[in-house]
């Protein structure tokens, strides 16, 4: 062979090489911007100027200043075991997640919903969080209206307010709402989570369920509270599709999903994941969003959309990583997606 072919052939081969192991990170679209070198599981503040999240799995608050990029811890000013979510309430203060005690020999447990508890730490952060009295399955819903909560315990989803009794947050009027068994066919029996309050009137609850065959098949909901109905909105038996956060419209939920590798089974379906857009009207329409896990080594994962539906926070992490880990979070304008979209 020549040597000026083979040397083509060469460079050919290696860059092919390359571009499939290059960081959805080096070649991110105009539309999205870094926002921290770290952390996972963002929260818009109903301003939008500011975005809660926590620095890893059973670690400290943080709040970011989208403007700036300046962060300040939130949890830094008392002894804790760490947290999993953090949420902003109506009025500012915060809904953390977390176990009263912490084994490093054996982590998870304190992941567990035997284990992990809801709290409220107030905004000015002069004092440590107040406990509720509940356990909490993963992440709880809160209302961006008024002070009203809903979280998943065993196979029941349950729905309180929280009062501020002689300025000490309290949970009150808590009753359950469902359990696992009310659920529609394929969804009945499945494991819960609690996502959003639907906004509008919030008289729905989103929430997804998890389960089937493989049993990593997921299908987002919704529960009616008013008429006690539930509506499958996701509508795919060969996909996990897990939801997010909802548009502040209602009309739409962003949503985790492998759509783009349906194929994959059991463990596999949390290592293919990427952001989608479904419609919040039974249709089952999506439409992709994110594109990171086009290189099979990356994921983009745990999506909020801020109050005025203009941008959307995400986090990044690598295929394998643990569900829920992410290693930094990333802003996107969804305006400018909205006109780019089809140029991909």
């Known amino acids: 062979m020549k040597k000026p072919l083979f040397l083509f052939l060469f460079f050919f081969a290696y860059g092919i090489l390359f571009a499939q192991e290059k960081s959805p990170l080096d070649d991110l679209p105009d539309y999205i911007t870094p926002l921290t070198h ?73 992941r567990d919903a035997r284990n992990t508890e809801l709290w409220v730490l107030k905004k000015d952060l002069n004092s440590p969080p107040t406990p509720l009295g509940v356990h909490c399955k993963e992440g709880p819903a809160v209302s961006r209206k008024e002070l009203k909560i809903a979280w998943a315990l065993g196979s029941t989803i349950y729905k309180g307010e929280i009062d501020y009794e002689n300025g000490k947050p309290k949970l009150k009027n808590w009753k359950p709402l469902f359990t696992s068994g009310d659920l529609p066919s394929p969804a009945k029996g499945w494991d819960l989570e609690t996502q959003n309050f639907r906004p509008g009137n919030e008289n729905e609850l989103i929430f997804y369920a998890f389960g089937g065959q493989f049993g990593f098949q997921a299908e987002v909901l919704g529960y009616d509270m008013e008429k006690k109905e539930f509506v499958n909105y996701s509508i795919s038996e060969k996909t996990y599709d897990e939801a997010e956060g909802t548009f502040p419209d209602g009309l739409s939920i962003l949503v985790e999903s492998n759509r783009h590798r349906p194929s994959h089974k059991g463990m596999k379906e949390f290592l293919t994941l990427d952001i989608y857009k479904l419609k919040l009207d039974a249709s089952g329409e999506m439409e992709r969003i994110t594109y990171f896990n086009d290189n099979p080594e990356y994921k983009a994962s745990n999506p909020v959309v801020s109050d005025d539906g203009r941008y959307m926070v995400f986090q990044h992490a690598h295929a394998e990583d643990p569900a829920g880990k992410g290693r930094g979070l990333l802003l996107l304008d969804l305006k400018a997606w909205e006109k780019k979209k089809g140029k991909r």
């Open 38 to 110: 770290f952390g996972q599981r963002a929260d818009w503040s109903h301003d939008g100027e500011r975005v809660l999240f926590i620095e890893k799995t059973f670690g400290d608050v943080f709040e970011v200043e989208v403007a700036t990029g300046t962060i300040r811890p939130m949890t830094h000013h008392f002894f804790h075991e760490g947290f999993v979510r953090a949420l902003y309430l109506s009025n500012g203060d915060i809904l953390l997640s977390g176990a009263k005690n912490f084994n490093s020999e054996d982590p998870w447990k304190s």
